[in-house]
T-cell receptor, first 114, second 116 residues
Framework: DAKTTQPPSMDCAEGRAANLPCNHS???????VYWYRQIHSQGPQYIIH???NNETNEMASLIITEDRKSSTLILPHATLRDTAVYYC???????????????FGKGTKLSVKP | GAVVSQHPSWVICKSGTSVKIECRSL??????MFWYRQFPKQSLMLMAT?????????EQGVEKDKFLINHASLTLSTLTVTSAHPEDSSFYIC????????????FGPGTRLTVT
């Protein structure tokens, strides 16, 4: 699975959009971009995933560049409850066996401030 | 969405005793579950892959005789920490793989283990 690079930390004002970048310059054609987040002392939570088109759900939007070498997770109206570590993971969807596990990097610690 | 539960949410045990942690997929069947461990201010590290009906696959450096994994049904996997030591104190998290592409992982809330 391709490696990702994320800034270690970011701040965001409450009510503003939080834009979290992720670089994955070695991504291959069949690898998806997944985003998870982990609020302190909780298990990770799935946010969104995409292959090449921009995606939106009730939690966030995912913008993937045309060359797929980077992406941005957008939380449109950040709240204090969005304070968490956000992980960008690139992988081919696989079911079963050790190939199906996720490899977590250090992620971006997002602090939403009032 | 799919829900994964863990029990207990926290446990304190004495050194030398064993502790069992349960991971359940509540509304879907999971032939594969994963066990992760997370030390303070560190990222999640995969310990083992739990496959229903077969032996677990352990990551390098994880002692299979110390961390016993049993995936007895399609909705339950258990992790038993045997002869626990203070250095085993950590946050243990399980995940279950969804049955359909893109095979999202659904994580449990984690279990905080403290060995005294």
């Amino acid at each position: 699975d391709a490696k990702t690079t994320q800034p270690p930390s970011m701040d965001c004002a409450e009510g503003r959009a939080a834009n979290l970048p992720c670089n994955h310059s070695t991504i291959s054609g069949n690898e998806y971009v997944y985003w998870y987040r982990q609020i302190h002392s909780q298990g990770p939570q799935y946010i969104i995933h995409g292959l090449k088109n921009n995606e939106t759900n009730e939690m966030a939007s995912l913008i993937i560049t045309e060359d797929r070498k980077s992406s941005t997770l957008i939380l449109p109206h950040a709240t204090l409850r969005d304070t968490a570590v956000y992980y960008c993971i690139v992988r081919v969807p696989r079911y079963g066996g050790s190939q199906g596990n996720l490899i977590f990097g250090k992620g971006t610690k997002l602090s939403v401030k009032p | 969405g799919a829900v994964v539960s863990q029990h207990p949410s926290w446990v304190i045990c004495k050194s030398g005793t064993s502790v069992k942690i349960e991971c359940r997929s509540l509304d879907f069947q999971a032939t594969t579950m994963f066990w992760y461990r997370q030390f303070p201010k560190q990222s999640l590290m995969l310990m083992a892959t739990s496959n229903e009906g077969s032996k677990a696959t352990y990551e390098q450096g994880v002692e299979k005789d110390k961390f016993l994994i049993n995936h007895a049904s399609l909705t339950l996997s258990t992790l038993t920490v045997t002869s626990a030591h203070p250095e085993d104190s950590s946050f243990y998290i399980c995940s279950a793989v969804g049955p359909l592409p893109p095979y999202e992982q659904y994580f449990g809330p984690g279990t905080r283990l403290t060995v005294t």
